[in-house]
């Protein structure tokens, strides 16, 4: 069963590609969105359209869009090493470990964090969508650290805005191949969807605004360390504009990293860890700020870099 939509193009999406479009103004994935024209099941001003069709500002757009599947909500289940650093009555603060997705979606059957939250007995915000509920950032299945997750429904909508008002400040600390030059620096790329693969993105014309500021901590014969601030929080943005600067994340396969290094160092995933999450608490505007360590993995990787500092892995 479809159902049609019909939309004037608003402004703001004024040349953008169809499936872009599609995405932005019906809340579907990329590839839904892509699928859906490829079917031809969209056309502006009364032309079935190609999903790289730029649309006009105005032009009418028509869309048959699948019924939603209601899905059943995956029972909570414990998630092994999520700790909780802070909880009151507003947020919890929770130190998200490797291989755990920050919510339930569509294809990951793995654990997560409001599952580990709700199976403990935490309470969190219903704002939000079914499946997202008291989500107001996330981290990728990859990287660990510092994630807060809402309780209350007015800390919800606060921390939302401060989110997207960028007065959170994220630091993370990443361990990247080779030595970047400048030794600090901001990446200042848009960042999209790779426009050959669907699970990764990349810095790209017409993408979404991204800024990614990076300090070294210390340089190794290897690798260096650095501490990164993010203006922006697109997906994987560390991982692209690092790649980007041809100084992938160690282990970061994914975006072009040694895979021999990441043997030797036995890391199965990118050396990237939310270390420092600071913002204005919702309650009362008072600045809270809470850190963790590297985990097992990373900092083994990090004592093996530096021990071989005089010589070779």
Known sequence: MTQS????????????????????????????????????????????SIKSERVTAGAVLEVDLPEPAREARPDPVP??????????????VVDKPVGVAAHPSPGWEGPTVIGGL????????????????GI????????????VVAKSERAYTV??????????????????????????????????RHPSSAYRFAVVAGGRESVTHYETIEA??????????????????????????????????????????????????QWLHAVRL????????????FESSYPADLQYALDRVAEADGGRL
Do not use: N
């Open 220 to 269: 190794f014969r290897h690798a260096t360390l650095i501490e990164v601030h993010l203006e922006t929080g697109r997906t994987h943005q560390i991982r692209v504009h690092m790649s980007a600067l041809r100084h992938p994340c160690v282990g970061d396969v994914t975006y072009g990293a040694d895979p021999t290094l990441s043997k030797k160092l036995k890391l199965e995933r």
């Open 278 to 289: 600071s913002f204005a608490h919702p309650d009362d505007g008072s600045w809270v700020s």
């Open 79 to 92: 998630v092994d090493g999520l700790v909780v650093v802070h909880e009151d009555a507003d947020l919890i």
């Open 159 to 192: 921390l939302k805005d401060a989110f997207r008002e960028r007065t959170v400040d994220k630091r993370y600390h990443a361990l990247v191949q080779g030595h970047p030059d400048p030794l600090s620096g901001t990446v200042d790329a848009p960042i999209d």
């Open 5 to 48: 939509r019909s939309v004037p193009v608003p402004e703001g999406l004024d040349g953008m590609r169809l499936d872009a479009a599609i995405s932005r103004l019906f809340g579907l994935s990329r590839t839904a969105a892509a699928d859906l024209v490829g079917a031809g099941l969209a056309s502006l001003d009364g032309q079935v």
């Open 118 to 133: 709700t199976a403990a007995g935490h309470r969190v915000s219903t704002s939000g969508a079914e499946e997202r509920q």
């Open 136 to 147: 107001v950032h996330r981290l990728d299945v990859g990287t660990s650290g510092l994630m």
